[in-house]
């Protein structure tokens, strides 16, 4: 007879594993499904347990997708299921980039899937959309926090204010405003504030010669101390593969990006692709595990504190507030996203039918992204 965290051992790698091969879109398509997944189709997290992991995912350096995945498997299965949950999550993402990479360097192109995507884009944004709404009726709980959602989305839009700065500052903002009462009555009380990380912009230098350890070492600095969405990578890669080492074209460093967006799984697969075109496999493992090793020890840390951060007055309303802040800057990537994707008729109704399917029949998302598939196929074939 098993062993019962063996078989939540099995089940964290069997559900990671699945959604390693299919969780098309970016991190917020990937919170998306982990939250059908976890929250409402296997009941192992509540809402307020699973918002409270993305607030604490977005304090973090690194990939959100990939630490929510790394929490969730040590949840379930202590330390062997923050292995399992983050290693099932990328490693079907880095397969594929590695046979991505081995096409682009062996035929000079990469195999084309456009219309695969044009399907599956729309089905995202319906996903998306359905998590948004379900999380969002518990973060934005009261119309104060309703309110300062809306105001944390519209800064976004019409400032353009950094997403790190956003998070921090509207969980400060909430923090300080739920407790204002408080703070009157103690005159001493401390205002917190937030640490920021400056990011000095690196100058063109002449190329260096090529080194594994120095690969790894580059990709280890950016998972370290990365925030922000894949345009944030973009910025750190061409900075230190382009700029300051000499090592990658524009045009192979977008390549990469765009190989990394094509795949399932986390957009910091893009290193894979890199190492892969600087250092052949063992690059690709290499640029990998720097990237991704940070994540795990951060999650490591950080988890245990997650429940006494909830259970502070002080700290679970400042808590509270990155809730609404990552909702918020989930609903910005998704009405952006929604520009990408819809395009013409067939993907608005692509969506459509889709959204109506999550919410009449609570049909599983992996299905919904293999229908898209199919849709996209059928579409381009009757063009």
């Known amino acids: 007879m098993e062993q019962p965290r063996f078989q939540q051992l099995k089940e964290v790698a069997a559900l990671f594993l699945k959604l390693g091969f299919t969780a098309f879109g970016g991190p917020a398509a990937h919170t998306a499904m982990m939250h059908d997944e976890i929250v409402k189709r296997r009941g192992w997290l509540t809402d307020q347990e699973f918002l409270d992991l993305l607030g604490a995912t977005n304090l973090i350096p690194g990939p959100n997708s990939t630490e929510m995945a790394i929490h969730v498997g040590f949840l379930r ?7 399992a949950g983050g290693l099932c999550f990328l490693v079907p993402a880095m397969l594929m ?27 995202v944004i319906a996903i998306i959309i359905q998590a948004i709404w379900s999380l969002g009726r518990k973060a934005a709980r009261t119309v104060f926090l309703m309110v300062c959602g809306v105001v944390i989305l519209g800064l976004y839009f019409l400032l353009h204010i ?24 103690d005159a001493a009380a401390h205002l917190p504030f937030a640490p ?91 640029a990998t595990l720097g990237i991704f090793l940070p994540s795990f020890v951060f999650v490591a840390i950080s988890n245990p504190f997650i429940p006494r951060l909830r259970n502070s007055i002080w700290a679970g309303s400042f808590l509270d507030g990155i809730n609404v ?30 959204l109506a399917l999550l919410l009449r029949f609570k049909l599983n998302s992996t299905w919904l992204i293999a229908g898209g598939a199919l849709a996209g196929l059928l579409v381009g074939l009757f063009r």
């Open 77 to 83: 299965a202590g330390w062997p299921g923050l292995i």
């Open 196 to 286: 920021w990380i400056g990011l000095s912009s690196a100058s063109a230098a002449a190329a260096t010669a090529f080194s594994l350890p120095v690969l790894f070492l580059t990709f280890l600095k950016i998972g370290a101390i990365m925030y922000g969405s894949g345009y944030v990578l973009l910025a750190f890669l061409r900075a230190d593969f382009v700029q300051r080492l000499g090592w990658l074209t524009d045009k192979q460093l977008l390549d990469a990006i765009a190989v990394g967006q094509i795949t399932p799984g986390p957009l910091f697969t893009s290193a894979t692709f890199i190492g892969y075109l600087l250092g052949g496999v063992p690059g690709g493992l290499l």
């Open 97 to 123: 980039v590695l046979a991505l990479a081995w096409a682009y360097v062996t035929f000079g192109s990469m195999p084309q899937a456009q219309q695969l995507l044009y399907g599956i884009k729309p089905v």
């Open 325 to 354: 802040a990552a909702l918020s800057l989930m609903t910005a990537v998704t009405i952006q996203l929604g520009q990408a994707s819809l395009i013409d008729w067939p993907t608005i109704l692509i969506a459509l039918a889709a």
């Open 162 to 185: 950094n997403e790190i700065g956003l998070l921090l500052g509207g969980g400060l903002a909430i923090m300080l405003l739920e407790n204002i009462r408080r703070l009157r009555k």
